[in-house]
């Protein structure tokens, strides 16, 4: 397995985007971007900066929200 995200696809990976979609809309609300570039650049950026448990975290923060409705 290639431990490198830049050559990952995400239309091979539908729950890692689902994962990042979650992010981006948390993250930047109105101002999120969904397309596939802003996906994966989101993704390297956060592989870079050692912060990809946020995408988990981002996860959980959703369904606590679902949980509590």
């Given at each position: 397995m290639n431990?490198?995200?830049?050559?990952?696809?995400?239309?091979?990976?539908?729950?890692?985007?689902?994962?990042?979609?979650?992010y981006i809309r948390?993250?930047?609300e109105?101002?999120?971007?969904?397309r596939y570039e802003a996906?994966?650049?989101?993704?390297l950026l956060l592989q870079r900066e050692n912060r990809l448990a946020e995408l988990f975290l981002a996860e959980e923060q959703s369904n606590w929200y679902v949980g509590s409705e």
């Open positions: 431990e490198n995200l830049e050559y990952m696809d995400l239309g091979l990976t539908p729950f890692t985007r689902e994962l990042l979609v979650n948390i993250q930047y109105e101002n999120a971007d969904y996906l994966r650049a989101e993704l």
